[in-house]
């Protein structure tokens, strides 16, 4: 199975910035769903910012847009998820995830239909107010 790869996350007070990188080898990257799900202790995984690969097409949950910034770079097979303005709420462990399947035409990488073959580790994102 392929490896991603993230780095970034820790901690920021509230109103700061973190920023999360995921990379993925050569051959998994392109035309594909790349992004984050978040879950906080006690609560359910969720979807948070995703792009296509394929078109460089961004998606975000509502409660992210205008925060963050999902970015790919197609040289080093890596998208980057910037956080600014960051929340107390938004404190949870961030997992990077791709999907195996390729897609010719813009998928809906956000929808809960979308199935993620890819994970990475995970990696803590702290915000205190």
């Known amino acids: 199975a392929d490896q991603l790869v993230e780095s970034g996350g820790g901690s920021a007070q509230e109103g700061g910035s973190l920023r999360l990188s995921c990379a993925i080898s050569e051959d998994a990257y392109d035309r594909r769903c790349m992004g984050w799900f978040r879950q906080a202790p006690g609560k359910e995984r969720e979807r948070v910012a995703f792009?296509?690969?394929?078109?460089?097409?961004?998606y975000y949950v509502d409660s992210v847009k205008d925060r963050f910034t999902i970015s790919q770079d197609d040289a080093k097979n890596t998208v980057t998820l910037q956080m600014n303005s960051l929340k107390p709420e938004d404190t949870a462990m961030y997992y990077c995830?791709?999907?195996?399947?390729?897609?010719?035409?813009?998928?809906?990488?956000?929808?809960?239909?979308?199935?993620?073959?890819?994970w990475g580790q995970g990696t803590q994102v702290t915000v205190s107010s």
């Open positions: 995830a791709a999907t195996s399947q390729i897609w010719a035409v813009r998928p809906r990488c956000l929808s809960d239909q979308m199935n993620y073959d890819y």
């Open positions: 792009v296509y690969t394929g078109a460089d097409a961004t």
